[in-house]
């Protein structure tokens, strides 16, 4: 089962070795925005007096990334700084606030932060975003899930039409949703549901 977390909790997330040693916090993610996943993490040190750290850690270093902290095998999987912000952007700062849109060319809202997979994939699954609405008043938030084959950043975020029929209204239910936007992807065009009801079937 799919676990989902928002980027922007990542920040300031402790970095724990198999060992019980915590070694760091995270500073910022870093993306590989073609992939959509992430490449890594810069990490400052722990405390509130505490600077950013000339190591970094590659995802390639990371055992999984939980609810509570970030986990690595040892200190030896840290890196220089550049290791990680040479594979990919600086964080995921840029495609806040972009516009949502579907391959068909509807805006579907603006991103409010950045979804991925708990475990050890660093898979980006999708988008918190403010639906656009009829009204301009208050705008709902939800999260829709990203199309494999699409970036993760951009002047817009592009996702697939029928991702709008795997929205989920808060983020526990969200795995599940991109569970079965994933299973709708799968099947084949003869067989893909020509209803909103089929396809969250």
Known sequence: MITPLLASELTKRVVVTLSGEAVAQVKDTVFDS??????????????????????SLPFSGVHAI?????????????????AVLEA??????QVIGAPVLTDQGTETGTVLDVVIEAGGS???IGFEIAMKE??????RRAFIPRGEELAVSGRAMV??????HFVAEDL??????VEAFRRYTARPSHLAPTTTEEAQA
């Open 134 to 139: 009829n009204t301009e008043h208050e705008k």
């Open 88 to 93: 990919g952007e600086a964080e995921h700062g």
């Open 122 to 124: 660093g898979r980006v």
């Open 34 to 55: 073609g992939a959509g996943r992430i490449t890594g993490f810069t990490l400052s040190g722990r405390g509130l007096l505490a600077g950013p750290l000339k190591v």
């Open 66 to 82: 939980g609810p509570s902290a970030v986990m690595i095998p040892s200190t030896a999987v840290l890196a220089e700084r550049k």
């Open 172 to 177: 526990p239910s969200f795995g599940a949703q």
């Open 159 to 164: 996702v697939p039409a029928h991702a709008r």
